[in-house]
């Protein structure tokens, strides 16, 4: 009945899988093309060569042939414990720096579908950078901004810029204490409104939403079955509840509900006393995937076992849903079904900070009990503000239809993107209506060299390799964004079309390799 | 003794009665004797030696079935009660700066930890509301993936030059900066000092690094060598794992919970001695403490090369939403690929960048704004201890004190009276919270912060109301 297949180890090349049904029709539809055999090779000899290289260039560094760049160690000479070990830092010196300037670019405008990203040139093979000065203008598909909220002028703008006039940048202190201003209230009894929730609280950070509040609801003597590729401020939360965790293989319903069946069986290891709690932490969006939950599946499962489930929609708020209230909305489901609701505003918000929604109860209780409510300061009002005035612009409060066009937009222009894609010969993962496109490169040096002649084309991406992913699977990935024109996605197209031709990223077995000017 | 040229049924032969066994035994070949040996051995073994393994009961479908359907687990969340004062905050209008709103009345504000006013300053807000104009108000991303925005780095920098030191890096959220700044450095077999009366999030930073943790008294310089010398005979056994085991000594400049400096010039001589390096967490002391603010090491008059790192918060004197360290690039470029809060969370958005930028160049321009502060402290610190009737804590330079009532009286519930007596005088004053899973939880106290622009009138009013409030409550 559930279906999907196990993941392989990590060490092998990943397997074809795709969910339940094949059809094109399903919204659970996705796909993971298997990684073809001589990619993986070819990525391992990569990086055997690097790590020779590597090695190489340590030997010559420690026999003074050549000068030691990067900073060095104030308190070397005096005796004391290195504060690094030197192979902790191998990937650091030898592989990380070689290809810096594809990370960390800075922006020096607002980060809408198009930007200017601020020159950096280095005349020492990434160790420093020089500013010139200039600018490059570029499309933006790297920032999450999925409802193109982040405007400078606008509604939103407005609202933050009027906060700051009437309530000034700062409150100086916690929400227990002295931090509770009229709109942060105001928030969160919005937020429950458009989550159609009892309640919700809202914190300044979203990592530390979950790092803080997981220890708040879980502790020794609970069991948490996470998903494999959770997000790491869940992985954080989790450890610092105290509460015992096992991992699932990713989306795979069947392993959780084998775990399910043996906790309750066995119970906890060693005296097998019944666990106190379960809970099931998964995420909405995968942000490195672009899959989704299984959220039917899940809370039958969830029911059939009486276990809690805490779902993380950091990215799939606002971006998913016909009425972008997130999966539940995608999925048609009655948000109280799921216990834990929380989320994020940096992605379709435009905003900063992260929120939990659900019973009152349980607000309740996060507010006497959260880190966060007790010792870290409260929300900013601009912050605040954008937030208000972006979801009055969701729900239509603003008495247009533009919060609805941005929700259609986003899904069109998904959809486009990603059929021009596989249609074209990319391995692209991911559910089809993800506005996160991963699409896949493997190798170290074409993820490299894919960046740099991106960014020589005016099209900003974000690629990622190891350690945030496996060390085979290094990606591109796309954030499609509802201010991306067809003109900007036709653009990009026929950028990653050249690209992808000249250095042969068309990987796909299943699908048929074909030029853009072929697809028409 | 090697019979093996005995025909078999000679040996069976002999081994018929009992003479014949003692007979068979010494004709036996030599590998057989010790097969038997080892054979008895054996025996003897799993008779009297080996641990009786219990034999798993294996569950039949139906029995698994009835202990899910059986097995409750316990409610979600324990049951709530509602006159709990987290449930019952005060709400406010308005900036919250040297006056605040509640319920459409204006009162003094000595509970929030806005050291030298900057909120509601015209400057900072002129300079947040051009921000938004450029960038929007959200980053939109991580610090490696387009969230680094031009601003950030400058504010890097400037703090970078405020501190002397090398290289700055920021945090999006006070609370995150300290607690993802000890578990990027120290790990599992590492050893991290630590005074008791550090606050929440540098405990919550410790938990996260799973390293040996060896907390001494508070401000205890003996306590503190005592631990180390038990340290350097430990090393002593074992000089190999010694060399590998990085040691870290993590303290406040100002501490939130007691209001009191650090000794920090012997915890420096006792670093070079012992070897261990030093993390000063400055979120009150930064802009408060020092002739021009630069925190307790300017107090000190110590070098800040000496010291490894320097964390705090852009949140109390600076008046913005954030966090920064700062130190030698060794130290802090480090933090760029393995502090989580860093990596793995959007970046601060842009206009509180600029709010920060613009409080330090106050902060630069005015340096008289310290010694003031300092001054006051002293002056409301001298008023308070004329005050019979309630115990302060904190140093006499520090703009946070804590005052608590004698002995048995000091009880959250008549603070918070106080602090109500106080509110109908238009005087807003807080009872300070901490959660109960603190490692030495404070008596209860009500924090007093004191702000640069208050005068030395309402700095009497504020005694009046104090004395008086002592009378009513009690």
Redesign the interface.
Known sequence: MFGSKQMKPSILPAQHRCTVKETEDNCEFEEFEGTPLYAALLTYLSYGVLCIFGWLRDFLRQSYIEKKKGALDPNAKLNFVPLYQSYESFYTRNMYTRVRDIFNRPVGSVASSEFDLVERISDDYNWTYRYTGNTIRAINFGSYNYLGFAEKDGQCAMAAINSIKSNGTALCSTRSELGTQRYHNELETLLAEYLRVESCIAFGMGFATNALNIPAIASKGDLILSDKLNHVSLILGVRMSGAKSQTFAHNDMDDLEQKLHNAIVYGQPGHHRPWRKIFIIVEGIYSMEGSICRLPLLVQLKKKYKAYLYLDEAHSIGSMGKNGRGIVDYYNMDPNDIDILMGTFTKSFGSSGGYIAGKKDLIDHLRIHSHANYYASSMSAPVVYQILSSLHILMGRDGTKDGMRRIQQLADNTRYFRKKLVDMGFIVYGNKNSPIVPMMIYMPARVTRFNREMLARGIAVVTVGFPATKLVEARVRFCISASHTREMLDKALSAIDEVGDTISLRYSKRYEHRRLKDLK | MLLSSMSSVDIESLATDFYGLIQSFYHAPLYHIILEILLFFAVMWLLFFRKPRPIEKK?TEKE?QE??DE????P???????N????N?????????KY?TIDNEQSL?F????FLN????ER??SK??QA??????????P????????I??ELEERLARFFGC?EGIIY?????TI?SIIPA?SKRNDVIFVDEGV???IQ?GI??SRSNIKWFKHNDLDDLERLLIEQENLDKKNIKK??????FLIVEGLYMNYGDLCPLPRMVELK?KY?Y?IFIDESVSFGTIGQTGRGITEYYNIDR?QI?LISSTL??AA???GGFAVG????V??Q??SA??YC???S??P??AA?AIEALNIMEENSDLFETLMYKSEQLHNKLIAIKGYIIQGDYLSPLKHIRLPNEFNTTGRLESIVHFAQTKHI?I?V????QDEHVLPQPSIRLILNVDITEEEMDFLCAVLQEALVVTI
């Open positions: 569950l698994k202990l899910i097995w409750q687990p316990e979600l969340v324990p049951t709530v009660d509602p709990h004062p987290a449930l905050v005060r709400i406010l209008d308005g900036p919250v700066g605040i504000n509970a929030s930890l806005n900057f909120v509601g300053n900072i807000q947040s509301i938004v104009q450029k960038y929007g108000v959200g980053s939109c991303g610090r490696g993936f387009y969230g680094t925005i031009d950030h780095l090398e999006s959220y006070g609370f995150s607690a450095y606050h929440y999030a919550k938990e996260a010694a060399r590998a085991t990085r040691r070079y070897k390096r090369q490894d949140e109390y008046g913005s939403i030698s690039s060794f130290v470029d480090h760029r690929l989580q809060g793995f969370s959007a601060l958005p206009l509180l709010a807003t807080t300070a919270r901490y959660l």
